[in-house]
């Protein structure tokens, strides 16, 4: 594919002034020495080599540090996200931002623009500030109307980047699943996602730093002021007064406080945050995956498979859209039949947030029970129950959204990759490949304590149906037909199950 062979004059005009306007700001790593820098140094020396990690489970713990490292930041924030709502914690953490900028910090924001809608003024506003600088990856010509872009650019603009990572002066990284938004936070009232995040420091942090710079120069990111030259920027009082509107609703006190109180936090200023100290890869699809010119070799599921060979014991999988294809059962088929444990947990149709995508995944049940893999499927929290909560099982009306899977109790891999067509094909994606014992463990521990109380366990019956198991109150309830769905349900996803859809999962 010629790169946007024979579109239209916008997007002639955004090559040109994407090459007039770019320039390539310096790494942190590069920079005078900064406040993260210092405080990290004696842990570094010690564990020289080694890179330091600890997991963001709790989702007001994930949204402190950021603001944290914002807070904490003396020359730069590089920031990759695929959404970024115009909620509480979107607007706090643009505010945040703002106010880095305005003490002298460099800000680069790289934002896939599938998810921009309503942001335009926003991102135009804060782009005008001297120390932000604002990129959007595949953007659209139509503002407005987008849908009516996909008449003539679909296999671009069905191609986004999925990629996040919260980079502050070099020294400190977040990624994981999380995008931002208040019910990846556990700021939204009435539905949460239960997601995993990772917070680093130490080598690996200067492979995300390079990889942001290879997103951020790659053919597909354009300058905001480019995509939105017709969009005036409001004043920056305009845009503090809308923040300050939301900061000061009375639902966010609570969400304020617990974020101030929060433990991790005290923990990491005061340097008794206990990081386990280890090797850590980071993995990333090349970005010319966004164009479709991306070599087979390069996609993240080829890496992933690179680096962890074979599991010999155990492998353990989450993630909340799983539309594996003929080839991914094939590939659970082969490890089930060589290893003693193959565990999946993904999401029920009641507790998914994209009914389509389960529409996907109910054409290959069956088969991966016929090959031998345990099947969970998480269950929206009924009113009233009370579960344990352990990170990955929820403790409120949720879906699943962390995407993370382990192998023979020693390594575990935490980022943004989900085991459907999109993730492998369409989107870019990264993450962490972390050799530890402890978290891989963890993860055990989820499926063998936590799991079968939070979710249901696929079961074939005498006729080859599946049964869902569930287990409440001490006792086991067999259902015979998918919870939570109705008749209407029924009927319109196992239609859509049938439909050639895949590509679009």
Known sequence: M??????????????????????????????????????????????????????????????????????AADQSLDIRSYIWNRDMTGMMMFDALYRAAERGVQVRLLLDD????????????????????????????????????????????????????????????????RNIGDQYFGAANDFQFVDLDVLVIGPVVDDVSDDFERYWDSRSSYPVDIVLSATKPASFRQLSESIRIIENNPDSDEFVEAIRKSEFVHKLLNGKLPFEWTEIKMVSDDPGKGLGL????????????????????????????LVPSGEGVKFFKEIADQVKNVSILTNAYEATDVAVVHAGYIRYRKELLKAGVNMFELKRRRKGAKFKDRGLTGNASASLHAKTFSVDRSLIFIGSLNFDPRSAQYNTEMGFVIKSSKLAQQASAVFENDVPESSYRLQLNENNNIVWLEERNGGKIYHHSEPGMNFLERLGIGLLSKMPIMRLL
Request: no cysteine.
């Open 114 to 177: 599938n998810n921009t809608v309503g942001l335009d003024k926003i991102l135009a506003t804060l782009n005008a500030h001297r120390n932000i600088e604002i990129r959007l990856f595949n953007p659209f010509r139509m503002r407005k109307w987008r849908a009516l872009d996909y008449l003539y650019d679909f296999p671009r603009l069905n191609r986004r980047m999925h990629n996040k990572s919260f980079t502050a002066d070099g020294q400190a990284t977040i990624v994981g699943g």
């Open 294 to 321: 991306a070599p087979e070799d390069a996609l993240l599921p080829q890496q992933l498979a690179n680096i962890l060979q074979h599991p010999e014991e155990e492998l353990l999988l989450v993630s909340p859209y």
């Open 2 to 71: 010629k790169y946007l062979k024979g579109r239209s004059q916008f997007f002639t005009s955004l090559k040109k002034g994407r090459k007039r306007d770019r320039h390539v700001s310096g790494t942190a790593a590069d920079a005078l020495p900064t406040r993260m820098g210092n405080a990290f140094q004696p842990l570094l020396k010690i564990h020289e080599g080694k890179s330091g990690v600890a997991t963001l489970f709790n989702g007001r713990d994930a949204f402190a540090n950021r603001i944290l490292l914002t807070e």
